[in-house]
């Protein structure tokens, strides 16, 4: 196997079972164990993210790059970024990972004119080309990144000016271009800058109209040219901006079906987008998978204590578990997959840290859909719930449900029946089983 930018790992990271003292190894990730009806890898589609693995430097608010990757070292941005490609299939390959995702401006550098921008990603699309060929590799998505470039600082396609749309909009078609000519299986839209700091300059509806119009020409687009990857929209409640209008799951499925495209759209799910919004992750996996648009989730935890986009590894066991048992429900995130759209911390400064990060982030969530299979094996906790309703399944509440019963009706019944015996929704009970299960793997 090629070595050249992570000599820490001559060969790829193995799974070496729980008891084992290598820290470089899978203690329960196994991809070719067969789990219900798949393998592990097939229920987990792992993801590695470009931007934050190959592209970051540790920078914060308060100081610039803490780490200077080997693959950073050349002047000229194409050199650099034939180079960081070179890293990002090394890195990927050892790990064992089938999948990754880039923006546009992570794959390529933008040029000093839009073409000289579109010129660069197709050279850096061809060279992808060849190394998924090469690897196996595959691109779970491609999006394009509408916030860096200052022309975007007051929104892409919700900006007042149309001069900014039409750049987004073309940035939007080249990228959807790369994501179709490597195979891409998914392409995301998160909503970057398309929200708004102060309603004294904003035109509320005129802004969800033009994104609205945006996407519908993204979707005619991806027809026209036969592209069969799924599109997803991320939500997210602020950062950068102060208001997004794509807020949280709900927010954004109503979005989608005021402006008939509800049928185009899936969402992909952050934990750290849900926890900022105020949410769990688990509650934005539930609403999106009930309205059938659970399209793929993004990987990672917030800090609660932080209160931003702090994008960590995901770790916690309990959270990658509730998780799992919804994907499970919902058989599987179709061609979306986990993507660790997170980064090691500022100092966690050695390139041996990203595989020490992905490698947790997969384990956690490897004893999830363990902790979850057994769960939907066991059938006890769906049972607890299809008994709390099932008094809708027969009788009066069946009636209620079928629609025949009228507030009338349903004042005779009570005055017939009495009033209601208030029954335990047993919290406590469900939570000590769920930790019980926990404690099983
Ligand atoms: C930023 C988002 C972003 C999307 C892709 O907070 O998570 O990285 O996943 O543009
Ligand atoms: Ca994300
Ligand atoms: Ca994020």
């Given amino acids: 196997m090629k070595t050249k930018y992570f000599p820490e790992l001559k060969d790829t990271v193995k799974y070496e079972g729980k008891d084992s003292k290598n820290p470089l190894s899978f203690k329960y990730y196994n991809p070719s164990r067969i789990i219900g ?70 794959i390529a550098p933008e040029g000093t004119t839009f073409s000289e921008s579109t010129k660069n990603l197709q050279q850096m699309v061809t060279m992808a080309k060849e190394l998924q060929q090469a690897t196996g590799i595959k691109l779970l998505w491609g999006t394009a990144n509408l916030f860096g470039n200052s022309i975007y600082t007051q929104g892409a396609a919700t900006n007042p000016d149309a001069h900014v749309f039409a750049h987004a909009a073309a940035q ?53 040219i036969g592209f069969k990857g799924q599109f ?20 954004t ?52 204590l932080l209160g931003w986009d702090t994008d960590q590894f995901p770790t916690d066991i309990y959270s990658a578990t509730l998780a799992m048992v919804i994907i499970l429900k919902q058989n599987g995130l179709g061609s979306g997959g986990l993507n660790f759209d997170a980064k090691p911390r500022r100092a966690s400064i050695d390139t041996v840290d990203l595989f020490h990060a992905h490698i947790g982030g997969m384990d956690t969530f490897t004893r999830g859909l363990l902790i979850a299979q057994k769960i939907i094996d066991d059938g006890l906790l769906d049972q607890f ?22 507030l009338e009706d349903a004042e005779k019944w009570i005055i017939d029946k009495g009033n209601p015996i208030p029954k335990s929704g047993r919290q406590e009970m469900l939570e000590n089983i769920l930790n019980d299960y926990l404690a099983m793997i």
């Fill in 385 to 406: 719930i299809s008994t709390r309703y099932e008094s809708f399944s027969d009788g009066f509440g069946k009636q209620i449900m079928a629609g025949g019963v009228t």
């Fill in 37 to 106: 009806e798949k393998t592990m890898a097939e229920h987990l589609r792992f993801s590695v993210a470009y931007w934050h693995t190959f592209m970051g430097t540790g920078t914060d608010m308060f100081g610039g790059t803490a780490f200077s990757r080997p693959w950073t070292q050349r002047n000229d941005p194409m050199d650099r970024a034939k180079d960081t490609m070179e890293a990002a299939f090394e890195f990927i390959t050892k790990l064992g990972v089938q999948y990754y995702c880039f923006h546009d401006r992570d």
């Fill in 253 to 304: 499925l109503s979005f989608l079906r005021a402006y008939d495209l509800f049928d185009d759209f899936k969402l992909n799910i952050e934990a750290n987008h849900a926890t900022l919004a105020g949410h769990t992750f688990e509650h934005e996996l539930a609403v999106a998978s009930a309205a059938g648009r659970l399209g793929s989730v993004d990987a990672n935890r917030g800090d609660l």
């Fill in 232 to 251: 997803l929209i991320e939500p997210k409640p602020c950062e950068p901006m102060k208001h997004q209008y794509d807020s949280d799951a709900a927010t």
């Fill in 172 to 224: 939007v078609k080249n990228a959807i271009d790369a994501t179709h000519e490597l195979g891409g299986e998914n392409y995301v839209f998160w909503g970057g800058r398309e929200g708004y700091e102060t309603l004294l300059n904003t035109n509320l509806n005129q802004e969800q109209e033009q994104l609205a119009r945006f996407l519908h020409m993204a979707v005619d687009y991806k027809k026209s």
